[in-house]
Nanobody, 124 residues
């Protein structure tokens, strides 16, 4: 069982930055694929970024060059550094953990555990 708790969301102006954190419980954190998803009002949850156990990363096209996912296995924490934020980045951001690697794990049903989400609002 893994519990995930996100933090770091908030209100920021366009062009600004935020750093999201996701703290995980459990002793096997280092073996999980960790991903970030987001869901805007009226839209489906969408993949944002993923980091594998071997630190390989993959991003959705709309955030490439602006967002960076990282993990600190000693702290059982995964991060999402978000720079050059745009109003269209406004959403609830969710951290997720997958016990099985399936390609790049870009689909929500491939994840076993989810956090409660943290709101990110980017004003224009």
């Amino acid at each position: 069982q893994v519990q995930l708790v996100e933090s770091g969301g908030g209100l920021v102006q366009a062009g600004g930055s935020l750093r999201l954190s996701c703290a995980a419980s459990g002793r096997t954190f280092s073996s999980y694929v960790m991903g970030w998803f987001r869901q805007a009002p009226g839209k489906e949850r969408e993949f944002v970024a993923v980091i594998n156990w071997n630190y390989r990363t993959y991003y959705t096209d709309s955030v490439k060059g602006r967002f960076t996912i990282s993990r600190d296995n000693a702290k059982n924490t995964v991060y999402l550094q978000m720079n050059s934020l745009k109003p269209e980045d406004t959403a609830v951001y969710y951290c997720a953990a997958a016990s099985q690697r399936t390609g790049w794990n870009t689909v929500a049903y491939e994840y076993d555990y989810w956090g409660q989400g943290t709101q990110v609002t980017v004003s224009s």
